[in-house]
């Protein structure tokens, strides 16, 4: 029986997408080759390359406006000094929101100065800082779009006058927004697009090309886009599966058409952790995030009862990141409306128990 899967990452992708993918492990369209046996420079792969940066940038609205799409390697964790060798040269702003961001203010730490300019930190990251000031004369300023950990999530992002870097990981193509607003975009494939292996970087074309650093090339933002995201051997089978993903997406209406399962299912999560006396929410309300909803049990004695009842419901993936502890149920893009209604059952039949 499949399991619901409610995993943080790497995480739930559409049925019709890994059966789709299995296929093409075996013969990829009727070439009487496997898709990870071909040359990456193949036209039949090449057509898979270009159809995935242009899904992208379509889904976003983001065509004809300057931006190109990449698929690159080393996960958006790469992405974090990647950011900082293409565009810093004085000094950035960063926005900590939680652990990815403090990750990213690290290594970007290495190259030149950072700074915070604001910090939920002090309540163990369970809200996002909001009044804060961005100084104009910084080379950009940095976000993380959803705190996949702790639960929370930017509803309303800053007015920017410089770039805007944000780090989606956790929640891209899940919501309608003005993503003209953003300069640079960057995700890891395996929360809310595809396999591990991949990052999807979304860049604004006029932004690079400032610094005066040589920049590696490997790690050189404008060789990939002369490359067509193909500098080398491409992860070929996490950009093919990501591009089936962005096709099940465009046929469940894109992101607007995703965002209103995405909002379904945030309110039937949350109202049971709001309703059910056993239960408390981590993050601040106005904050919640709609793809990872953290929660808690109030008397711990009821932890045994409440982990075999999710087992036996076929629940999977729910417990919490080790450095908050209790649950999270991560509500991507591919997860059935059906699965939140299962675990929210679980939770009222511990109700009726307890
Ligand atoms: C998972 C995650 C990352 C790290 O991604 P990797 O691909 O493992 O490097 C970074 N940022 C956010 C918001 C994440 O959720």
């Not at 065509?63 to 190109?68: L, S, V």
């Not at 950990?149 to 929640?171: A, H, L, N, Y």
């Not at 893009?333 to 929210?344: E, F, I, M, R, T």
């Amino acid at each position: 029986m499949k399991k619901h899967n409610f995993s943080a990452g790497p995480s739930i992708l559409p049925q019709e997408v890994l059966l789709k993918a299995s296929e093409a492990i075996m013969d990829f369209d009727n070439s009487g080759l496997s898709l990870i046996e071909i040359s990456h420079r193949s036209k039949q792969f090449v057509d898979v390359m270009e159809n995935a940066r242009a899904l992208v940038l379509e889904l976003m609205g983001l065509e004809g406006k300057g931006y190109k799409a990449l698929f690159l390697q080393g996960g958006a964790s790469t992405q974090f000094l990647m950011v900082a060798l293409n565009l810093l040269e004085k000094r950035a702003g960063y926005l900590n929101t939680g652990a990815w961001s403090q990750k990213a203010i690290k290594e970007a730490k290495k190259l030149d100065d950072i700074y915070e300019v604001a910090s939920s930190e002090n309540a163990n990251f369970n809200y996002i800082p909001k009044g804060y000031d961005i100084p104009l004369d910084y080379d950009y300023f940095h976000c993380t779009s959803n705190n996949t950990i702790f639960g929370t999530q930017i509803k309303d992002f800053p007015k920017c006058e410089i770039p805007m870097v944000c780090d989606m990981s956790s929640d891209i193509f899940s919501r309608k927004l003005d993503f003209t607003q953003f300069d640079l975009i960057y995700a890891g494939a395996q929360k809310n697009m595809g396999p591990a292996g991949t990052t999807l970087v979304v860049v604004k074309e006029d932004i690079l090309g400032k610094v005066s650093r040589d920049i590696p090339s490997i790690m050189d933002y404008k060789i990939h886009i002369k490359q067509g995201s193909m500098f080398n051997t491409p992860p070929v089978f996490a950009v093919y599966t990501s591009m089936l993903t962005l096709e099940w997406l465009k046929r469940m209406g894109g992101i607007a058409g995703i965002e209103v399962e995405n909002e379904k299912k945030a309110r039937i999560m949350y109202s049971e952790i709001d309703l059910n006396p056993l239960f408390k929410g981590f993050a601040a309300k106005e904050d919640r995030s709609h793809m990872n909803a953290t929660f808690n049990l109030i008397n711990d004695n009821l932890k045994d009862t409440f982990e075999t009842m999710l087992k036996e419901a076929g629940i999977s993936g729910v417990n919490g990141h080790r450095s908050v502890g209790g649950y999270r149920a991560s509500m991507y893009n591919a997860l059935p409306l059906d699965s939140v209604k299962v675990l929210v059952e679980v939770m009222s039949e511990l109700e009726s128990k307890a």
